[in-house]
C-alpha cells in the first residue's frame, strides 16, 4: 500500500493468483474492458511462453473513500508455471488483497492445490500472515465437462473460508463480483487500520518454524456419494 498526500489517494494492490491457464489474465482483461476510459489506467502486458502477466490501476467511483482518501486499486496477475516461481514471489510483495482463481476442470485439482501452497508459502516469506490478507476464492471454468463440485472445492482450498464466487471468465459471469468483494475486504481492512505483517521476530530469538498445512486429501480419490 502506498499513500499518494498531495493527490489524496491511497494505492491498495490486489494480486490474481492460481495455476497456469485457470482464468485469471482473462479476469483482468474482462474486467478492463468494461471499466469506464476514464476510470482504469493503460493496460501492461509481459508476455511469458504459456501466459501473460498483466497489470492496470482503476480508481472506482462506487466504492466510497477512506479517511477522506480515495482508494486507487492496482490488479496484477501471476504466471502460474512453476518455473516462474520467483516472479509470482515479486508480484506478490507489498499486497493488500488476493484473488485466487482455481480450475474446476477435475483434471487439475492438483495443480490448484499445489497453487495455493504456493501462494500461502509466499505469503509467508513476505512476513505476511495469510489469513490476515483479504481473500476472494474464485471457482472459474464452471462450465467445463465434469467440474469439481464447488462444495469439494471449498472443502480443498477455503481453509479460511474467505468469500468465494462461482465464475465463467471467458463469458464475464463472476468476474465483476469476485473484484468487488475483494475491493471491499481491502477497504475494511484500510478502514480498521488492520494489517496482515507480521511482528518482526525478537533479536534474542530466532522465529519458530512455520508449520505446514496439513495438506488435503489426494485429488484421485473418490467424491463422497453426496457429491457424486
Request: some cysteine.
Amino acid at each position: 500500500m502506498l499513500i499518494n498526500v498531495p493527490a489524496r489517494e491511497i494505492h491498495a494492490k490486489i494480486v490474481y493468483y492460481g495455476p497456469g491457464l485457470g482464468g485469471k489474465t482473462t479476469n483482468l482483461l474482462r474486467i478492463h474492458g468494461r471499466l469506464p476510459e476514464h476510470a482504469r489506467g493503460r493496460m501492461i502486458s509481459i508476455a511469458t511462453e504459456n501466459e501473460r502477466t498483466l497489470f492496470f490501476d482503476f480508481l472506482p467511483i462506487d466504492l466510497g473513500q477512506v479517511r477522506g482518501f480515495r482508494v486507487r486499486f492496482h490488479l496484477y496477475t501471476v504466471p502460474g508455471q512453476g518455473y516462474y516461481a520467483a516472479s509470482r514471489r515479486l508480484i506478490l510483495r507489498d499486497v493488500d488483497g488476493v484473488v485466487f482463481v482455481a480450475d474446476s476442470d477435475r483434471r487439475r485439482l492438483l495443480e490448484n492445490l499445489e497453487s495455493f501452497d504456493d501462494l500461502l508459502r509466499n505469503l509467508r516469506q513476505e512476513r505476511l500472515v495469510p489469513e490476515r490478507v483479504p481473500l476472494v476464492m474464485q471457482w472459474n471454468k464452471r462450465d467445463v465437462r465434469g467440474a469439481v463440485p464447488t462444495a469439494h472445492l471449498e472443502a480443498l482450498l477455503n481453509m479460511y473460508r474467505a468469500p468465494s464466487f462461482e465464475s465463467v471468465a471467458t463469458q464475464g459471469h463472476g468476474v465483476v463480483e469476485t473484484l468487488k468483494a475483494c475491493c471491499g475486504g481491502v477497504l475494511r481492512s484500510l478502514e480498521n487500520g488492520q494489517t496482515a505483517r507480521a511482528a518482526a521476530p525478537s533479536p534474542a530469538r530466532a522465529a519458530p518454524p512455520v508449520e505446514p498445512r496439513p495438506h488435503p486429501p489426494h485429488p484421485a480419490s473418490p467424491l463422497p456419494a453426496a457429491q457424486r
